[in-house]
């Protein structure tokens, strides 16, 4: 079985601050993590895949097999970066597992 | 932005009525998802489709069917409508094997009254 576990339903930052949004993942295999990004009332949005190891908006996530973790960061928060965002697991069967989302606001 | 298209994006419906959501691509991706979104409990996967007429069922499929005759079209439809089915929905495609992205399409917002 495949679970994702996003401890926090809600983080709130100042603006400028450092934010990091956690993931943790139970996988027997060798899995394919994901951050998606949703605002407001819209399609959710890749943000990162662990296996491009790239930076987008300013936010970094690297994959921890030894913590099972993929936590989300960004050195310093921007107001549009006030949304919600989900950790998401693909594993067997070309399907993604979602974790239950962290909603970030940033504060001025 | 993928070329996803979900109908209807609102509606509101009657407790016991049939409803049908469509999804359709442009895309040709293979594997097709209809998930939905409620609060505390993210996107749960209800079916999906990993080719014409290749169907299986996710986490929350009860009280859901499925079908797809064509590549681009998957269809969700609630046989007999219930208020713990209102929900956001979301559609979803991908291709096959690791390293492919799935991209979702913009919901269907459905409220059984």
């Known amino acids: 079985a495949q679970r994702v576990t996003q401890p926090e339903k809600l983080l709130s930052v100042f603006k400028g601050a450092p934010v990091e949004l956690k993931c943790n993942y139970s996988?027997?295999?060798?899995?394919?993590l994901f951050w998606y990004v949703q605002y407001s009332r819209q399609r959710l949005q890749l943000l990162l895949r662990h296996i491009s190891r790239e930076s987008i908006k300013g936010f970094t996530a690297d994959l921890n097999k030894g913590e099972t973790s993929f936590h989300l960061k960004k050195p310093f928060a921007q107001e549009e970066d006030s949304a919600m965002y989900y950790c998401a697991l693909k594993g067997g069967g070309n399907k993604l597992t979602f974790g239950t989302g962290t909603q970030l606001k940033v504060e001025l | 932005d993928a070329g996803i298209t979900q109908s209807p994006r609102h509606k509101v419906t009657e407790t016991g009525t049939p409803v049908t959501l469509r999804c359709h691509q442009t895309?040709?991706?293979?594997?097709m998802y209809w998930y939905r979104q409620d609060p505390g409990h993210g996107l749960r996967l209800i079916h999906y489709?990993?080719?014409?007429?290749?169907?299986d069922k996710g986490e929350v499929s009860d009280g859901y069917s499925v079908s797809r005759s064509k590549t681009e079209d998957f269809l969700l439809t609630l046989e007999s409508a219930t208020s713990s089915q209102t929900s956001v929905y979301f559609c979803a495609i991908s291709e096959a094997g690791s390293g492919n992205t799935i991209y979702f399409g913009e919901g269907s917002w459905l409220t059984v009254v």
């Open positions: 895309e040709n991706h293979r594997y």
């Open positions: 489709s990993y080719g014409v007429k290749d169907t």
């Open positions: 996988y027997s295999g060798s899995p394919e």
